[in-house]
């Protein structure tokens, strides 16, 4: 999402003449997009603006502004930090005012901020700027990010999204199409449609089966995919629609977060264990070829051992293809920061991560062997030129990386695929 409303930020500051560096050192101004999911990325943000603020020094000022989640729930802070000298801070639903806000820093030399949170604004009239999505010598134009809803009214007791990206909010259908048949024309292959809720998307009756049912429509456009959805919103149409669109992507992400039904409960995920196993069954049968991945959160507060158990052995049932595992921290402002105390020690965390990586790299390791013979169908990527390889990345129509050798052939293509091999990490194949 963050990538998205960086095209969206570029867009809209190139209509005031912004020109747009790839080098930092030659910039005059530098923004940060930042994201508040988790402790990590959030202590990146400082370390960044202070390597920036040290290599410029005082010779060769430069403009700082922080965009996106941080910039929402942590303004203050930010601002107080006498060492990271930010000059101005953009919300996520505040981007339309960029260009006043770096006016009212440069000219008027006072710190600038606008991080009201909006129930309307999706950015449906701003087209993003794609020149930059792909590596124009390549000259190949593979995925294009698009934002169908932006928003979440979830409100998991762990997560700061609803807090930084306010409300559910969706754009209209004729409104993406239009933006999907631009890309298209453009020569992307591929659209991933996203939203903090994805399959939360409703405009007036139109609800996340019509859209991808209309997308699907799109010439040109060969695959679809979607991210994040949450486990509560798949209709049987939605399913049956996945299973019969050959456009749309065999992969659901599916976040399971957690096994145990208390721990589930006190996140406020509004499903059990049981719940989330039916609908994997469900999805299976249905869609007997997809991949499921998840997310899970491992050491969430007063989390026990058995309750930690209890995750391993959804996770061993539900077999998903892989999975981003992560170790709870506390983020400010959620309701598990006001009612949990982060009890679980460090220590613990790590322990039960590492279990928890293990468990699931071999089953990783095994779905990857079982492609072994297959033939797939593997949509390339862009040739990594700095990597000096002889190799090629693809993805399969389920998103496993396929590594391919160099042959003729360019991002974008899909190409025939026989797997010949299989590591925890990627399958290797040959063109047929
Ligand atoms: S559904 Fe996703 S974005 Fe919304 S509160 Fe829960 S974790 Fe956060």
Not at 246 to 259: M, N
Request: glycine share 6%.
């Amino acid at each position: 999402m963050n990538e998205y409303d960086s095209e969206l930020v570029r867009s809209i500051l190139k209509k005031e003449n912004y020109e747009f560096v790839t080098d930092e050192r030659a910039a005059d101004i530098v923004m940060l997009n930042t994201c508040a999911i988790r402790e990590h990325a959030h202590r990146k943000v400082y370390g960044r603006v202070h390597t920036i603020r040290h290599t410029r020094g005082k010779a060769s000022p430069v403009m700082i502004g922080i965009l996106g989640c941080m910039a929402t729930n942590l303004r203050q802070e930010l601002f107080e930090d006498r060492t990271l000298k930010i000059d101005f801070i953009a919300g996520p639903d505040s981007y339309k005012r960029l260009p006043q806000l770096i006016r009212e820093a440069s000219d008027e030399g006072q710190k600038s901020y606008d991080v009201t949170l909006s129930e309307f604004e999706t950015y449906s009239d701003i087209y993003p700027d794609a020149q930059d999505r792909a590596n124009p010598s390549t000259a190949s134009r593979v995925n294009a990010w698009i934002a169908v809803m932006r928003g979440c009214n979830n409100f998991c007791t762990f997560c700061v999204v609803p807090y930084t990206r306010g409300r559910e909010r969706s754009r209209s259908p004729e409104n993406v199409v239009d933006e999907v048949r631009r890309l298209s024309a453009e020569g992307f292959k591929q659209v991933t449609l996203l939203g903090q809720n994805v399959n939360s998307y409703r405009h007036d009756d139109y609800d996340f089966a019509y859209l991808m049912d209309e997308v699907s429509k799109v010439e040109g456009i060969e695959r679809i995919r979607f991210t994040s959805p949450h486990p509560k919103d798949f209709p049987d149409r939605f399913l049956d629609l996945m299973a019969s669109n050959p456009k749309i992507c065999k992969h659901i992400h599916l976040p399971l977060q957690a096994g145990n039904n208390r721990i589930l409960d006190m996140m406020n995920r509004t499903y059990t264990k049981e719940e989330f196993l039916t609908l994997v069954e469900k999805v299976r049968a249905k869609i007997p070829n997809v991949a499921l991945t998840t997310d899970i959160i491992v050491g969430f507060p007063t989390e026990t051992d058995e309750e930690f158990e209890d995750t391993l052995q959804v996770v061993k049932k539900a077999q998903f293809d892989s999975a981003f595992n992560f170790k709870y921290s506390e983020r400010q402002g959620t309701v598990a920061s006001k009612k949990y105390p982060d009890d679980v020690p460090e220590a613990i965390k790590t322990e039960r991560i590492m279990c928890l990586n293990e468990v699931q790299k071999e089953i990783t390791y095994q779905k990857n062997r079982a492609h072994i013979g297959e033939i797939q169908s593997v949509l390339l990527e862009p040739y990594p030129e700095a990597k000096n390889t002889n190799q090629m990345p693809g993805r399969t129509d389920g998103g496993k990386l396929v590594i391919l050798p160099l042959g003729p052939y360019k991002g974008g293509d899909l190409v025939k695929v026989r797997i010949t091999d299989a590591t925890p990490h990627a399958l290797k194949g040959q063109p047929v």
